[in-house]
């Protein structure tokens, strides 16, 4: 767990080179602090003294019920170190903290064009999708944005059931029946680059295809990686 301010100022840099936020958006080292202070947490990976992946979360309350969850805002590791399990392990330390405090449910929300965060967060950690936010950040300076829409899913991650430890834990489970598929282009991340008007009409045809399902009780249960499509896998949910 991260709570000095030396170590939140390096946070600063590492949003510069993950992201490429214009300072105008880059959270400041203060606000990691505050986060710290009301139950938050902040979480980093280390390389020596050198600070090269964090998740940064804020706690939250429903309004609807008053239960207490916690909404993880952020998720970076550097490029250097990616593709070395990092991510993974961040998430579980949450899961770790989260639970030695009994609370039972992180939330977090990520970009359904982005198929590698959607595989980790749904194959690997065990979320479940019920909820899709048009534009929910604003355009943005982003360069991982593309100037697109910030269209997101809502990742809804209950820490302590069956279902979530059988699949942290790599066992075989009974999966949900699948009654609709929503399926990505694998090469989506060069359509954004290449392709600005195709990268639109593929997210705009997903972001209707999910709240249609959505709002017909669905979730998202599963995720399928193949040479040409990343696909969301949906099942009814209780």
Not at 218 to 236: D, I, M, N, Q
């Amino acid at each position: 767990m991260l709570t000095q301010l030396s170590e939140f100022e390096q946070l600063i840099e590492i949003q510069r080179e993950v992201w490429g936020f214009a300072d105008v958006e880059i959270v400041p080292s203060r606000l990691f602090l505050i986060a710290h202070k009301v139950g938050g947490q902040v979480i980093g990976a280390e390389d020596g003294e050198r600070i090269i992946g964090y998740c940064f979360s804020l706690p939250g309350i429903r309004r609807d019920t008053g239960g207490i969850y916690l909404h993880s805002h952020m998720l970076a590791v550097l490029p250097d170190y990616r593709n070395r399990g990092i991510g993974r392990q961040l998430k579980l330390e949450q899961r770790k903290e989260a639970l030695e405090r009994g609370i039972d449910l992180i939330e977090w929300t990520f970009d359904p064009l982005e198929l590698k965060n959607a595989y980790l967060n749904i194959e690997r950690l065990g979320v479940i999708v019920r909820r899709y936010i048009r534009n929910y950040y604003g355009i943005t300076t982003s360069k991982l944005h593309s100037g697109m829409p910030t269209d997101r899913c809502v990742a809804e991650w209950h820490l302590d059931t069956e279902r979530t430890r059988r699949i942290l834990d790599g066992d075989e489970r009974e999966r949900e029946p699948v009654v609709e598929r929503i399926p990505i282009p694998a090469d989506i991340a060069r359509i954004r680059h290449e392709d600005i008007r195709e990268a639109l009409r593929i997210q705009r045809e997903a972001t209707e295809k999910f709240e249609e399902c959505f709002e017909r009780g669905l979730a998202v249960t599963g995720f399928e990686r193949s040479e040409k499509f990343g696909t969301y896998l949906l099942s009814p949910w209780p």
